[in-house]
């Protein structure tokens, strides 16, 4: 079995494929840990299916989050007895979950750039930057602008749009201002809207 990607989809596949015998081969294009343009929030309901180990990667939790609706001056607050999000950044978490795999038994080979995947009667042949590659499964968890789609000639998705995103280092007094909630602010642009995300010591915002 091969996985592309180690991003957090990849890495879980990873690790309860590994889990259960098999064997798998993760192939990632960046050389880990890499910094990765995210707010790096984990849900609940996400959170609670991934190893424990994971905690360690924890930044901060927030049992409530805000949504601000700019354009009719509404604001509302969700509160919850467990944390909805937990924030993290996705270069810690993504190889913590990594190196989780590999104690499980997976092997990861990074920066190994995937230029196509083709399938072919009985197997998968992969050819990337450091090789060829064959398995008789793939899992495609190379995000959105996924290769593997587009080797396989599956539809591109109809929408995109630019994600903007900023590690943020604020005075104390201003940290302790933004830093009480996690919060979404719609109409702040056409089509999207902003968050800000607090970290230990900084605000992740896009």
Aim: with cysteine; glycine share 6%.
């Amino acid at each position: 079995m091969i996985v592309i990607g180690a991003g957090p989809g990849g890495c879980a596949a990873a690790i309860q494929l590994a889990e259960k015998g098999l064997s798998v081969l993760i192939l990632e294009k960046a050389s880990l840990p890499r910094y990765k343009t995210c707010g790096g929030g984990v849900l609940h309901r996400a959170f609670s299916l991934l190893p424990a180990s994971v905690a360690s990667a924890v930044e901060r939790e927030f049992h409530s989050i805000t949504l601000n609706f700019l354009a009719s001056n509404l604001s509302f607050t969700a509160t919850r007895p467990e944390p909805i999000v937990r924030m993290t950044m996705r270069s810690d978490l993504d190889f913590l979950l990594a190196n989780e795999a590999k104690k499980m038994g997976a092997q990861l080979i990074d920066s190994c750039l995937v230029n196509k995947v083709l399938p072919k009667k009985d197997f998968v042949e992969i050819s990337t930057s450091v090789g060829e590659f064959r398995s008789q499964f793939v899992i495609a968890a190379d995000g959105v602008h996924s290769l593997t789609a587009k080797s396989n000639g599956w539809s591109p998705l109809p929408c995109l749009a630019p994600a903007l995103e900023w590690e943020i280092h604020l005075s104390e007094k201003n940290f302790a201002r933004f830093s009480q909630s996690a919060r979404f602010d719609f109409d702040a642009i056409d089509s999207g809207y902003a968050w800000v995300f607090p970290k230990r010591d900084h605000l992740s915002v896009g």
